[in-house]
């Protein structure tokens, strides 16, 4: 079945280096992609957006880029600090009322 | 207040006892959702609400999962007859329309079944 998928559980980085996020999905429909953020006994947080018309999306410290032709998602922090410390899930919008998550990066900053 | 509540946070019960957890969206939103997140795992879509529209109940996991959306607002995710697998944090979501929009979340609730 359709799913979405992340290429490494585990992520490991020194404060002060950049990030990168992958996730991988197999639905060419699915129009529309969320990163959330999810601190220890918290409920997952909006960190960006993008649209499928788009490839390049850039907020605070954050971009996100999507790779239709591949299917890719990536998230990529700049300058990661401890407090970015968290489980990050990709989620798409295949179907147009739901969305469907990946199982998460554990993303560990040392300082 | 300003982001979706859920209570309780915690909720210790035994098998076979029937639950419900609460969901108090933002105001204004129109869609609701409920996920279930099992330990280390994603989130699994349970049910969806939308205005007045029957609800999406695809996701449930067997007919003792049921929920309501009283009024627009309020929803209550029932759990009938407890097995231990029913363990797991359950989170309410909401966004102000459906579709493309993001949906945001309280801090769910952790249930565990003895």
């Known amino acids: 079945g359709e799913s979405v998928g992340l290429h490494l559980p585990t992520l490991s980085v020194q404060e002060g280096d950049n990030s990168i996020i992958n996730c991988a999905y197999s639905n060419s429909a699915s129009d529309y992609f969320i990163w959330y953020k999810q601190e220890s006994g918290k409920g997952p947080q909006f960190i960006i957006d993008?649209?499928?018309?788009?490839d390049k999306r850039q907020g605070q410290r954050v971009t996100v880029l999507l790779n239709k032709t591949v299917k890719h998602l990536s998230l990529q922090i700049a300058a990661t600090q401890p407090g970015d410390s968290a489980v990050y899930f990709c989620a798409e919008n295949k179907d147009f009322n739901k969305f469907y998550f990946g199982s998460g990066t554990k993303l560990n900053v040392k300082p | 207040g300003a982001g979706v509540s859920q209570s309780p946070s915690n909720k210790v019960t035994e098998k076979g006892k029937d639950v419900e957890l609460r969901c108090d969206p933002i105001?204004?939103?129109?869609?609701l959702y409920w996920y279930r997140q099992s330990l280390g795992q994603g989130l699994e879509f349970l049910i969806y609400?939308?205005?007045?529209?029957?609800?999406?109940k695809s996701g449930l996991p067997s007919d003792r999962f049921s929920a309501e959306r009283t009024g627009g607002s309020v929803s209550t995710l029932t759990i009938q007859r407890t097995q231990q697998e029913d363990s797991a944090v359950y989170l309410c979501a909401s966004s102000l329309v459906p579709g493309n929009q993001p949906q945001h979340f309280g801090d769910g609730t952790r249930l565990s079944i003895l």
């Open positions: 993008i649209r499928s018309n788009m």
């Open positions: 105001s204004g939103h129109t869609a």
């Open positions: 609400f939308q205005g007045n529209s029957a609800p999406d």
